[in-house]
């Protein structure tokens, strides 16, 4: 069963300072990752967009990492700021399919609170 | 350049009626999928519609159907609403269902079921 596993659940970060947040997966076949952030009761937004050759991706002060030999991956943020507070979400996508393309396998999520 | 767009935003209903969500996919996508996310979870896939055709399920009940528009525009709907059927429903597109990249959401319509 393809499963997407995130921790920690919750975080409390003060602004300024940096975190790491994980996601364990076992997907098959793995096509790529991504990560999301989701405000609350707001659609995901995509931060970064991994395929199976790629290690390392940034967007601005997040930084995802892939090492898919040991099927993980994180979400580094560097010097957090109040607007960073959301939900964090992993997704692995899986594929193809003959009959039915890709199936998006969902974490759920890491919520983040950084506080002043 | 719209993105995804989602109407109504909010919706209360009660247990026993039936709703109707709406979709429009963003400029040059023509694959949309449907997401349910609970309180506090993932969003869990409910199906795909490309080409007016339903590509893929997941583990819903055949009270969710939907339905694509030949402008790639789409329908959810929800027959004998359940109390448990609360939760914002969040739509994707992407281009073509082949293909795995690309996923763009909406903001999501929150369905209260009362």
């Known amino acids: 069963k393809n499963q997407v596993e995130q921790s920690p659940q919750s975080l409390i970060i003060l602004e300024g300072k940096n975190c790491t947040l994980q996601?364990?997966?076992?997907?098959?076949?793995?096509?790529?990752l991504r990560w999301y952030k989701q405000d609350t009761g707001r659609g995901p937004v995509s931060l970064t967009i991994?395929?199976?050759?790629?290690n390392t991706k940034s967007n601005g002060r997040y930084t995802a990492t892939l090492d898919a030999d040991t099927k993980q991956s994180s979400l580094h943020i560097t010097a957090s700021q109040l607007s960073d507070s959301a939900s964090y979400i992993c997704?692995?996508?899986?594929?193809?399919?003959?009959?039915?393309?890709?199936?998006?396998?969902f974490g759920k999520g890491t919520s983040l609170l950084v506080t002043p | 350049d719209a993105g995804v767009t989602q109407s109504p935003t909010h919706l209360i209903k009660t247990r026993g009626q039936q709703v109707t969500l709406r979709c429009s996919p963003k400029?040059?996508?023509?694959?949309v999928s449907w997401y349910q996310q609970a309180l506090g979870q993932g969003p869990q896939f409910i199906f795909q519609?490309?080409?007016?055709?339903?590509?893929q399920r997941g583990n819903f009940p055949d009270r969710f159907s939907g339905h694509q528009f030949p402008n790639y525009s789409s329908e959810l709907n929800v027959n004998a609403l359940l109390l448990g059927d609360s939760a914002l429903y969040l739509c994707?597109?992407?281009?073509?269902?082949?293909?795995?990249?690309?996923?763009?959401f909406g903001s999501g319509t929150r369905l209260t079921v009362v």
């Open positions: 991994m395929t199976f050759s790629e």
């Open positions: 996601c364990n997966y076992t997907v098959s076949p793995f096509s790529n």
């Open positions: 400029s040059g996508h023509d694959t």
């Open positions: 519609y490309y080409e007016e055709e339903e590509r």
């Open positions: 994707a597109s992407s281009l073509d269902w082949r293909q795995g990249h690309g996923y763009t």
């Open positions: 997704v692995v996508s899986a594929g193809p399919y003959s009959n039915s393309g890709y199936a998006l396998n």
